[in-house]
């Protein structure tokens, strides 16, 4: 079942504890001012001064030549897929990742791209004996292996830097050029207590979204090789995401980099603490990863909780049977906490 069901319509300004994803957060009252005092210029001709020291400052953290701001993720990723992939090539991709399982197949539909999923290893890792059994040998009946794609965070899971880079190499010794998808980054870093370069050296591009733990309301930076950037901005106007005074929007993701990177520990912190709590409840089987929580409930009374913990004020996504994952952001604090505690703990009482 996929990770978003159940999750349209659910919540409203109303909830106070929003726990179907990080991405429903809401500017601060800071974001606000900076957004509101933005300088602005129209960013399809280079104009806008926000675009371009976002750009800037995410090239410059991850040791990259150039960046590309675009309006969403699934963007982000598509552009960049497009720079590297001509129709008829391929790129190898964990089966389980975003962009293989919940990106709409956009390489393949818009581009002509063959996307190969290989297994994903528990700890959201792909082993690079599967990456080079991929990999397709020069044969005209054969699809040509150009990229791949790795994933940090999956899941949550912070996927270590050692499994990161043996992938890559795997990937290398092929011959091919190496994406990391993202969207999560800060969160890996956190918890693998790395530096920005160290994770974002081990690929060629890195797609980071600045509207899930960060906060902002929207947007995504590509980052990687200036010649490659200079392809996906291309891509970026044929795709639709040239935007005008986009400052408004890159303010908003500035000031996230600036204030709220350090405090995504307190999101893994809590995390761990809905965890101990489901855990101690016995009621189902529990796992954690950074700032996410899979909850599956051993009764299957996933609708049931759902409706408890809605009239408690607290929203949480998933289907009608499987795991439910709850995200923690910044929207989420104590209190909050507290509050999907106390409905967790009075469902199961």
């Not at 069901?5 to 957060?25: E, K």
């Not at 050296?201 to 200036?226: H, T």
């Not at 949480?316 to 049977?321: A, F, K, N, P």
């Amino acid at each position: 079942m996929s990770q978003y069901s159940g999750l349209a319509g659910a919540g409203s300004n109303a909830a106070q504890c929003d726990l179907r994803s990080d991405t429903v957060t809401r500017p601060d009252a800071g974001m606000m001012r900076a957004i509101q005092t933005a300088e602005l210029g129209d960013d399809v001709y280079g104009e806008d001064p926000q675009v371009n020291r976002l750009e800037a400052v995410l090239a410059e953290r991850l040791g990259k030549e150039a960046a590309l701001f675009l309006p969403t993720g699934t963007m982000s990723n598509l552009a960049g897929l497009l720079a590297y992939c001509q129709r008829g090539e391929e790129i190898i991709v964990g089966a389980d990742y975003h962009i293989y399982a919940y990106e709409a197949a956009g390489a393949s539909v818009l581009g002509g791209i063959a996307l190969c999923p290989v297994p994903v290893r528990r700890d959201g890792a792909l082993d690079p004996a599967a990456i080079a059994g991929a990999v397709k040998e020069d044969d005209s009946h054969l699809a040509v292996s150009r990229l791949l794609s790795l994933e940090n965070t999956h899941n949550g899971l912070a996927v270590p830097l050692t499994d990161m880079a043996a992938a890559a190499q795997a990937g290398r010794d092929a011959g091919l050029s190496v994406h990391l998808d993202g969207a999560r980054f800060f969160n890996a870093t956190t918890a693998l207590g790395c530096s920005e370069m160290d994770l974002a050296g081990l690929a060629d591009s890195v797609s980071i979204c600045l509207s899930k733990g960060l906060g902002a309301s929207a947007g995504s930076v590509l980052a990687g090789p200036g010649d490659l950037i200079a392809k996906a901005r291309r891509w970026r106007k044929m795709l639709g995401g040239g935007m005008r005074q986009a400052g408004v929007l890159a303010a908003a993701g500035l000031y996230a980099l600036e204030h709220n990177v350090a405090r995504l520990a307190e999101d893994h912190a809590r995390a761990a603490e809905l965890a101990g709590v489901l855990h101690s409840l016995g009621t189902g089987e529990v796992s954690q990863a950074t700032n996410m929580v899979f909850f599956t409930p051993e009764d299957g009374c996933n609708d049931e909780l759902r409706r408890h913990l809605a009239a408690e004020g607290v929203v949480i996504g998933g289907g009608s049977s499987g795991a439910i994952r709850m995200v923690l952001h910044k929207d989420v604090g104590d209190d909050a906490l507290d509050r999907a505690v106390q409905g967790l703990k009075s469902f199961y009482g």
